[in-house]
């Protein structure tokens, strides 16, 4: 029964994701939006690790979504023409630049976490921002561009084919979304929500908190570093916006909205999200208000979130 | 005989005030000790050195033995002490089971597993059925402990002391705010945990039937410092003992 | 070059002195009321766009003296209105409450004041240098040091005299005791909110005089103030102005020698001070955890 029960939002997800290219482009959207949703999805679910599965607020997890993203892309501009080089690269840079923040702030708790991680957020901003030589500085790194896969005989070109990318990163995307999901099914994953749900037992039960709140977080920085190396090769192009911490809120602002007591819940977020800004950036100038209003109105009358909605009802 | 527990002549300041006083005490290996006084007498406050919370100002705290005055909580629970606490603390938007298993895996030393084996999960599965049963709450497992009764709540945080394996339980006023009915289910329960199982335990507690009933030996603070210590019978025969509870009350 | 060192110094102090008038008011808000305020930078945009408004009418003193209330007013309804019903709940909800507030005011004032900068008028007197050898002493600086002063050292007489002052840093330390000898917790919060709004207030419109008015005055402003409380630790307001003022001078000596770590260094010094002492220069250990 609980398998069923666990298999089922899996399955349902996968179908979904599967043939969104299709479904998304009948109600009026293009195959570039559908990667996108899968992608900022990815980044909102890797913060929800941490958010809502482990009980700690990051506010600047942009940092390590742009650090992944820049790192995909000085890879195919300095080092190598591979993907999967840019890729591990990204991921790289994301989660050791995370793992050292980690260690900083694993003491701090509540607002005070939250706050240090915006700050800290700030750095890895200001150092794209003005190392201009190497990052292309406020305009952002150019002169390169996603390249095709070619695995032995077999090639995607990922490089010029929509869809073929879409699936490119639907196949990371499931990939990282298994992993994730395991990892919270596991004991070490279990230790996390016994850390969310009461720091004080779980200490009294002998686990070592702040070693499990440092492996957290290294672990959704990386999720979110692969997302941001992704979102670099679905752009070819990144700027310093990718990490500066208006990125930030967007990704929490999306697991909320989607339910950050749910592990697909963000995915849903960046969905809605994703679509109401496309189609509110193409018709005013004035989305910061637009989303800025959103952000209130979520607060204030939907903090549980979709999903958190449907399950309590579900269960009513 | 051997004591499992030595507390040595502890000192808690907290700023001007002094929460313990230069306390000394010995729990021998399966002892029940419980430790009473007045309201603001410091038992808490000494509970909480001898688990860890918080090191003491001054002197030293010995289990099996070895010096553990400035180990944290997590290491003093590998060494074999377990607590709960008078607020009870669980893991409310978890089942039953879910925070039984917690404790059992981490005990097992799964802590950092990402998966586990079938032999490793059926030992698990089956210590928390165990558990389960010891405790009475095989009917709740599969419900959330945040909408369970105070007292299932409570025992559900003793049992998942116990899944660590302990050889020192410490429980902290484990009936307060119960009713008649549920005190005497937790008293049964300590009560089998000592005698059945052997395990020492040392007990803050206000209700006097439940100390007198279950306690082997029993320490008296009163305003930080030590005021007595023995069997029941000498205990309630002794007069500065009652005089500050008397004082107490009034 | 002594003579750079200098005026980099004193700029840096200038601009520490509007970090911390800016993280004071952060500070109050968050020790009082467990809110990050995200929309405290666009507050003080908002005054500072007031003032530039209201100078044709009342001259730039006029503008100084009323633009900071009224903004505190707008603060006053939005607490009273908004962030009030968040204070039972996760303090992730403020948070992302007041970050949408800050968005809106950003595009509020883009909307009604324009995107392009604007220049800020200043009066003639306070526009020329005090000294030709130190030509970067305007009156305006001189004076604007002055004034952060003047309301920092109001502020600490305000907490530590009024009745006001005395309960908002009872509360500050135990919010339940205050409330059961017969404070009324709302209001206190509201007030509190109102001071450090204000505050923020008057930070806007100096520091348009000096750095010129600009949409993102606020969202530029913001972080280092969020660095200064976290130098300077949690919960201790002298600390917090310790640390306003600490970042500032060391942004201003870095733009000397290392100009393009100008902005990181507040960061580097952040991740030394929560290395050594995680609560912070003068922070309450307990305060953080």
Same mark, same amino acid.
């Given at each position: 029964?609980?398998?069923?029960?666990?298999?089922?939002?899996?399955?349902?997800?996968?179908?979904?994701?599967?043939?969104?290219?299709?479904?998304? /482009?009948?109600?009026?959207?293009?195959?570039?939006?559908?990667?996108?949703?899968?992608?900022?999805?990815?980044?909102?679910?890797?913060?929800?690790?941490?958010?809502?599965?482990?009980?700690?607020?990051?506010?600047?997890?942009?940092?390590?979504? !742009?650090?992944?993203?820049?790192?995909?892309?000085?890879?195919?501009?300095?080092?190598?023409?591979?993907?999967?080089?840019?890729? +591990?690269?990204?991921?790289?840079? /994301?989660?050791?630049?995370?793992?050292? $923040?980690?260690?900083?702030?694993?003491?701090?708790?509540?607002?005070? =976490?939250?706050?240090?991680? $915006?700050?800290?957020?700030?750095?890895?901003?200001?150092?794209? =921002?003005?190392?201009?030589?190497?990052?292309?500085?406020?305009?952002?790194?150019?002169?390169?561009?996603?390249?095709?896969?070619?695995?032995?005989?077999?090639?995607?070109?990922?490089?010029?084919?929509?869809?073929?990318?879409?699936?490119?990163?639907?196949?990371?995307?499931?990939? +990282?979304?298994?992993?994730?999901?395991?990892?919270?099914?596991?004991?070490?994953?279990?230790?996390?929500?016994?850390?969310?749900?009461?720091?004080?037992?779980?200490?009294?039960? /002998?686990?070592?908190?702040?070693?499990?709140?440092?492996?957290?977080?290294? $672990?959704?920085? !990386?999720? +979110?570093?692969?997302?941001?190396?992704?979102?670099?090769?679905?752009?070819?192009?990144?700027?310093?916006?990718?990490?500066?911490?208006?990125?930030? /809120?967007?990704?929490? $602002?999306?697991?909320?909205?989607?339910?950050?007591?749910? =592990?697909?819940?963000?995915?849903?977020?960046?969905?809605?999200?994703?679509?109401?800004?496309?189609?509110?950036?193409?018709?005013?100038?004035?989305?910061?208000?637009?989303?800025?209003?959103?952000?209130?109105?979520?607060?204030?009358?939907?903090?549980?979130?979709?999903?958190?909605?449907?399950?309590?009802?579900?269960?009513? | 005989?051997?004591?499992?527990?030595?507390?040595?002549?502890?000192?808690?300041?907290?700023?001007?005030?002094?929460?313990?006083?230069?306390?000394?005490?010995?729990?021998?290996?399966?002892?029940?000790?419980?430790?009473?006084? &007045?309201?603001?007498?410091?038992?808490?406050?000494?509970?909480?050195?001898?688990?860890?919370?918080?090191?003491?100002?001054?002197?030293?705290?010995?289990?099996?033995?070895?010096?553990?005055?400035?180990?944290? &909580?997590?290491?003093?629970?590998?060494?074999?002490?377990?607590?709960?606490?008078?607020?009870?603390?669980?893991?409310?938007?978890?089942?039953?089971?879910?925070?039984?298993?917690?404790?059992?895996?981490?005990?097992?030393?799964?802590?950092? *597993?990402?998966?586990?084996?079938?032999?490793?999960?059926?030992?698990?599965?089956?210590?928390?059925?165990?558990?389960?049963?010891?405790?009475?709450?095989?009917?709740?497992?599969?419900?959330?402990?945040?909408?369970?009764?105070?007292?299932?709540? *409570?025992?559900?945080?003793?049992?998942?002391?116990?899944?660590?394996? &302990?050889?020192?339980?410490?429980?902290?006023? &484990?009936?307060?705010?119960?009713?008649?009915?549920?005190?005497?289910?937790?008293?049964?329960?300590?009560?089998?945990?000592?005698?059945?199982?052997?395990?020492?335990?040392?007990?803050?507690?206000?209700?006097? *039937?439940?100390?007198?009933?279950?306690?082997?030996?029993?320490?008296?603070?009163?305003?930080?410092?030590?005021?007595?210590?023995?069997?029941?019978?000498?205990?309630?025969?002794?007069?500065?003992?009652?005089?500050?509870?008397?004082?107490?009350?009034? | 070059?002594?003579?750079?060192?200098?005026?980099?110094?004193?700029?840096?102090?200038?601009?520490?002195?509007?970090?911390?008038?800016?993280?004071?008011?952060?500070?109050?808000?968050?020790?009082?009321?467990?809110?990050?305020?995200?929309?405290?930078?666009?507050?003080?945009?908002?005054?500072?766009?007031?003032?530039?408004?209201?100078?044709?009418?009342?001259?730039?003193?006029?503008?100084?003296? %009323?633009?900071?209330?009224?903004?505190?007013?707008?603060?006053?309804?939005?607490?009273?209105?908004?962030?009030?019903?968040?204070?039972?709940?996760?303090?992730?909800?403020?948070?992302?409450?007041?970050?949408?507030?800050?968005?809106?005011?950003?595009?509020?004032?883009?909307?009604?004041?324009?995107?392009?900068?604007?220049?800020?008028?200043?009066?003639?007197?306070?526009?020329?240098?005090?000294?030709?050898?130190?030509?970067?002493?305007?009156?305006?600086?001189?004076?604007?040091?002055?004034?952060?002063?003047?309301?920092?050292?109001?502020?600490?007489?305000?907490?530590?005299?009024?009745?006001?002052?005395?309960?908002?840093?009872?509360?500050?330390?135990?919010?339940?005791?205050?409330?059961?000898?017969?404070?009324?917790?709302?209001?206190?919060?509201?007030?509190?909110?109102?001071?450090?709004?204000?505050?923020?207030?008057?930070?806007?419109?100096?520091?348009?005089?000096?750095?010129? %008015?600009?949409?993102?005055?606020?969202?530029?402003?913001?972080?280092?103030?969020?660095?200064?409380?976290?130098?300077?630790?949690?919960?201790?307001?002298?600390?917090?102005?310790?640390?306003?003022?600490?970042?500032?001078?060391?942004?201003?000596?870095?733009?000397?020698?290392?100009?393009?770590?100008?902005?990181?260094?507040?960061?580097?010094?952040?991740?030394?001070?929560?290395?050594?002492?995680?609560?912070?220069?003068?922070?309450?250990?307990?305060?953080?955890?």
């Amino acid at each position: 029964m609980s398998r069923l029960r666990r298999a089922a939002p899996a399955s349902l997800a996968a179908v979904l994701l599967v043939t969104m290219p299709w479904w998304l /482009g009948a109600v009026g959207g293009y195959t570039e939006l559908a990667t996108r949703i899968v992608v900022l999805g990815l980044a909102a679910m890797a913060l929800n690790f941490l958010l809502g599965f482990t009980g700690v607020l990051s506010f600047g997890h942009a940092a390590y979504f !742009g650090l992944g993203g820049y790192g995909a892309a000085m890879a195919l501009k300095y080092l190598a023409p591979s993907d999967a080089l840019a890729v +591990a690269v990204g991921v790289a840079a /994301g989660t050791v630049a995370a793992a050292l $923040i980690g260690a900083l702030i694993v003491k701090l708790r509540g607002v005070y =976490f939250a706050m240090v991680t $915006i700050a800290f957020g700030q750095v890895f901003y200001f150092i794209t =921002f003005r190392w201009d030589s190497v990052t292309g500085g406020d305009d952002g790194l150019t002169g390169w561009s996603r390249l095709p896969l070619r695995l032995g005989p077999l090639a995607l070109d990922v490089q010029h084919r929509d869809l073929a990318f879409y699936y490119f990163v639907l196949a990371l995307f499931g990939i +990282a979304a298994a992993v994730m999901g395991a990892v919270l099914r596991s004991p070490f994953g279990r230790t996390l929500l016994a850390i969310r749900e009461n720091e004080r037992r779980a200490r009294f039960l /002998g686990i070592p908190v702040e070693r499990h709140l440092w492996l957290s977080f290294v $672990i959704s920085g !990386g999720f +979110a570093s692969l997302a941001g190396a992704l979102f670099a090769l679905l752009n070819n192009f990144i700027d310093p916006r990718a990490l500066r911490w208006d990125q930030s /809120g967007n990704f929490v $602002i999306m697991a909320v909205l989607g339910g950050m007591r749910s =592990f697909w819940g963000p995915l849903v977020g960046a969905g809605i999200f994703v679509v109401l800004q496309d189609f509110v950036s193409s018709r005013t100038e004035n989305w910061m208000s637009f989303v800025g209003l959103f952000f209130v109105l979520v607060v204030l009358f939907f903090p549980r979130g979709v999903l958190g909605v449907l399950r309590r009802r579900a269960s009513a | 005989m051997n004591s499992l527990l030595a507390v040595d002549c502890v000192t808690q300041r907290f700023g001007q005030l002094v929460a313990v006083n230069e306390v000394s005490m010995l729990v021998a290996e399966g002892e029940l000790r419980a430790v009473i006084g &007045p309201n603001g007498a410091g038992k808490t406050t000494f509970f909480n050195l001898i688990s860890g919370l918080f090191p003491p100002t001054s002197g030293r705290i010995y289990f099996d033995g070895k010096d553990i005055t400035a180990l944290p &909580p997590q290491r003093r629970v590998a060494l074999g002490i377990a607590r709960t606490f008078q607020v009870t603390e669980i893991f409310p938007e978890l089942t039953v089971r879910e925070n039984l298993r917690i404790a059992v895996e981490v005990t097992g030393g799964h802590r950092l *597993r990402l998966w586990l084996r079938r032999r490793a999960e059926g030992e698990i599965r089956a210590r928390v059925d165990e558990l389960l049963a010891l405790g009475g709450l095989g009917g709740k497992a599969d419900r959330l402990v945040g909408e369970l009764s105070h007292g299932d709540q *409570r025992t559900t945080e003793i049992m998942t002391s116990l899944a660590l394996e &302990p050889r020192l339980l410490l429980l902290d006023e &484990p009936t307060a705010g119960m009713g008649d009915q549920e005190t005497y289910a937790i008293a049964q329960l300590v009560r089998r945990l000592h005698r059945e199982r052997g395990l020492t335990i040392v007990l803050v507690e206000h209700d006097m *039937r439940v100390i007198f009933h279950l306690a082997d030996r029993i320490t008296v603070l009163s305003e930080g410092s030590m005021l007595a210590e023995g069997v029941p019978e000498e205990i309630g025969r002794n007069e500065s003992v009652q005089t500050a509870y008397l004082g107490g009350a009034r | 070059m002594a003579q750079l060192v200098f005026f980099n110094v004193f700029n840096g102090l200038i601009v520490g002195a509007f970090y911390a008038l800016m993280a004071l008011g952060l500070s109050l808000i968050l020790n009082l009321s467990g809110v990050i305020n995200f929309a405290h930078g666009g507050f003080l945009a908002i005054a500072a766009y007031l003032a530039y408004t209201l100078i044709p009418h009342v001259g730039f003193w006029g503008g100084l003296l %009323l633009a900071p209330p009224l903004t505190a007013a707008l603060g006053l309804l939005i607490e009273r209105f908004l962030i009030r019903r968040l204070y039972r709940r996760d303090p992730l909800y403020g948070l992302l409450l007041t970050f949408g507030l800050a968005y809106v005011f950003e595009d509020a004032t883009r909307y009604l004041w324009g995107a392009q900068s604007l220049p800020y008028p200043i009066p003639a007197s306070l526009t020329t240098p005090i000294s030709s050898t130190y030509f970067f002493l305007t009156g305006y600086r001189v004076f604007m040091v002055f004034l952060v002063a003047a309301a920092v050292g109001a502020l600490f007489l305000v907490l530590k005299r009024t009745r006001l002052g005395i309960r908002i840093r009872a509360g500050t330390h135990d919010l339940e005791t205050v409330s059961v000898l017969g404070t009324n917790v709302r209001i206190l919060r509201n007030l509190n909110f109102g001071l450090g709004i204000y505050l923020a207030g008057l930070a806007g419109v100096l520091a348009a005089g000096m750095l010129g %008015l600009e949409p993102t005055i606020g969202s530029s402003l913001i972080m280092p103030s969020f660095v200064a409380i976290i130098v300077g630790g949690l919960g201790s307001l002298p600390g917090t102005l310790l640390g306003g003022l600490l970042i500032g001078v060391a942004s201003g000596v870095t733009t000397v020698f290392f100009p393009s770590a100008t902005e990181a260094v507040m960061y580097v010094m952040m991740g030394a001070v929560l290395l050594v002492r995680p609560h912070g220069l003068l922070g309450e250990p307990g305060r953080a955890q």
